[in-house]
């Protein structure tokens, strides 16, 4: 038997990693977890976009179940998701705020929203990434569902597309809303 286990320990370790790898295709590539859902948003202070008055900070996300939408100019991504978030808007289902992120020149996020329409109730500006670093953020779009408390309850990843709207965010807002 010893002299075998030379022989068997590769295969011993290849069938480990076979299975290990094997759970790991039934998982979604899109989802990852994050430590905030279901803590309080941490505290925000940012200033706004160009042409904007009010910047965003933690406070203007309590009172109301909304999303809070990370985007930048120079996402393509963002750039799928904005029509469907113009449509949000003037279905006025749920107020949605922006944090502009990492965006290089100040005046590229305001711009880029005159040209295509500006979804966002309020919108801060986050060019050295402090908030998106707090809430965890991986890339843009992401997007956070607050309930009216000012908790993270979900986080989405990705473009929200008609689809990701219906079967996982819509229902979640109106459980929300109800309590």
């Known amino acids: 038997m010893m002299r075998r286990l030379p022989y068997l320990l590769p295969l011993i370790v290849l069938a480990g990693l076979a299975g290990y790898f094997w759970s790991g295709l ?8 994050s430590v905030l859902i279901d803590q309080p948003l941490p505290e925000l202070g940012l200033a706004p976009i160009a042409g ?3 910047g965003l900070v933690t406070a203007d996300l309590k009172g109301q179940v909304s999303l809070l939408n990370i985007f930048g100019s120079w996402c393509v991504a963002c750039q799928a998701e904005h029509p469907f978030l113009m449509q949000l808007k003037a279905e ?4 949605i705020h922006g944090i502009n992120w990492r965006e290089r020149n100040a005046d590229a996020g305001p711009a880029w ?3 295509l329409g500006d ?3 309020l919108i801060g500006a986050d060019p050295d ?3 998106a670093i707090a809430l ?8 956070f569902i607050i309930d009216a408390a000012g908790v993270i309850r979900y986080k989405h990843i990705g473009p929200i597309t008609k689809d ?4 996982k965010l819509w229902p979640i807002v109106e459980r929300l809303r109800r309590g």
């Open 26 to 33: 039934g998982r979604d590539p899109n989802t990852l977890p």
């Open 52 to 54: 904007r008055e009010r």
């Open 92 to 95: 006025g289902r749920v107020p």
């Open 113 to 115: 929203l005159t040209r």
């Open 119 to 121: 979804p966002y109730t």
């Open 129 to 131: 990434s402090r908030a």
């Open 136 to 143: 965890g953020v991986t890339g843009a779009p992401e997007t």
């Open 164 to 167: 990701i709207w219906e079967k």
